[in-house]
T-cell receptor, first 115, second 116 residues
Framework: AQSVTQLDSQVPVFEEAPVELRCNYSSSVSVYLFWYVQYPNQGLQLLLKYLSGSTLVKGINGFEAEFNKSQTSFHLRKPSVHISDTAEYFCAVSGRGSTLGRLYFGRGTQLTVWP | ETGVTQTPRHLVMGMTNKKSLKCEQHLGHNAMYWYKQSAKKPLELMFVYSLEERVENNSVPSRFSPECPNSSHLFLHLHTLQPEDSALYLC???????????????FGPGTRLTVL
């Protein structure tokens, strides 16, 4: 089985500052990795995904993440945040070869951007 | 309609009521999921359907009863719920490739359920 740890439950940051949301995973098999964003009273929206290939993955809204196999991490970064980035962010992992796309989610990180 | 839709978006029910949540996916996927999202708790996977067959039931109380009549529709029938069942219920779908695994899940907007 897989598991995900999001190290920070809340990250406050000022507008236009850089941000990093941390995610570590554990798995006995190779993985697919995902970051989702959830705005208030909405469902989860995919930000980006790592399936294979380049370890630096670019997503929507200027976010990117880097897969680090040796550190079992998949941290999410943005060089300059906006007020509209305020939301909950979830890291998720799926084991390659596992059927049914079983996703294991972290507990989420609330990103709050202050003016 | 596109993506994954859920109705109703909000539902208030008493403990003795019977209601149903509906999910429809317009993506041609073959797997569908129900999740429960409570405040201060991680996402909980409730049920998984693949090709209309229930393949996972994560110890969910019998007062929650899923139904998947075809690959595009998923229902969650609710009866005699408890106040602690109040939560956001999310539906998702994905394309399952068997032993090759699956990629991302696509989520609906959720149904905010309040049990009085």
């Amino acid at each position: 089985a897989q598991s995900v740890t999001q190290l920070d439950s809340q990250v406050p940051v000022f507008e236009e500052a850089p941000v990093e949301l941390r995610c570590n995973y554990s798995s006995s098999v190779s993985v697919y990795l995902f970051w989702y964003v959830q705005y208030p009273n909405q469902g989860l929206q995919l930000l980006l995904k790592y399936l294979s290939g380049s370890t630096l993955v670019k997503g929507i809204n200027g976010f990117e993440a880097e897969f680090n196999k040796s550190q079992t991490s998949f941290h999410l970064r943005k060089p300059s945040v906006h007020i509209s980035d305020t939301a909950e962010y979830f890291c998720a992992v799926s084991g390659r070869g596992s059927t049914l796309g079983r996703l294991y989610f972290g507990r989420g990180t609330q990103l709050t951007v202050w003016p | 309609e596109t993506g994954v839709t859920q109705t109703p978006r909000h539902l208030v029910m008493g403990m003795t009521n019977k209601k149903s949540l509906k999910c429809e996916q317009h993506l041609g996927h073959n797997a569908m999921y129900w999740y429960k999202q409570s405040a201060k708790k991680p996402l909980e996977l409730m049920f998984v359907y693949s090709l209309e067959e229930r393949v996972e039931n994560n110890s969910v109380p019998s007062r929650f009863s899923p139904e998947c009549p075809n690959s595009s529709h998923l229902f969650l029938h609710l009866h005699t719920l408890q106040p602690e069942d109040s939560a956001l219920y999310l539906c998702a779908s994905s394309q399952d490739y068997g032993t090759s695994g699956s990629y991302e899940q696509f989520f609906g907007p959720g149904t905010r359920l309040t049990v009085l």
